[in-house]
Nanobody, 123 residues
Framework: QVQLVESGGGLVQAGGSLRLSCAAS????????MGWFRQAPGKGREFVAG????????DYGVSVKGRFTISGDNAKNLVYLQMNSLRPEDTAVYYC????????????????WGKGTPVTVSS
């Protein structure tokens, strides 16, 4: 059983920064991409960022490009999301995800989901 566990969420003022972490544990993961989604209250789940282990390519949602940075360590099954210049509209539960490829991740064809970590940005 694979588990994705997020950490690092919390309350921050607008303009501030947070760093989310995701650790994967369990049997060996065949997923070649990991990333982050978010879901704000009353809204659907939105792709935030992804990273491909084969090549290190990164991808971002339009609303976070230039403010958020995804990074990770494939050998340690860790992925991070550095969030800068946070805005109240970034308030959401952030979910870690793993998929067979970066394309699958972008299409929300996710193999594994974390339980989420809440991020609240106050104005």
């Amino acid at each position: 059983q694979v588990q994705l566990v997020e950490s690092g969420g919390g309350l921050v003022q607008a303009g501030g920064s947070l760093r989310l972490s995701c650790a994967a544990s369990g049997r060996t993961i065949s997923s070649n991409a990991m990333g982050w989604f978010r879901q704000a209250p009353g809204k659907g789940r939105e792709f935030v960022a992804g990273i491909s282990w084969s090549g290190g390519n990164t991808d971002y949602g339009v609303s976070v490009k230039g403010r958020f940075t995804i990074s990770g360590d494939n050998a340690k099954n860790l992925v991070y999301l550095q969030m800068n210049s946070l805005r109240p509209e970034d308030t959401a539960v952030y979910y870690c995800a793993a998929a067979v490829s970066d394309i699958a991740l972008r299409m929300s064809a996710v193999e594994y989901w974390g339980k989420g970590t809440p991020v609240t940005v106050s104005s």
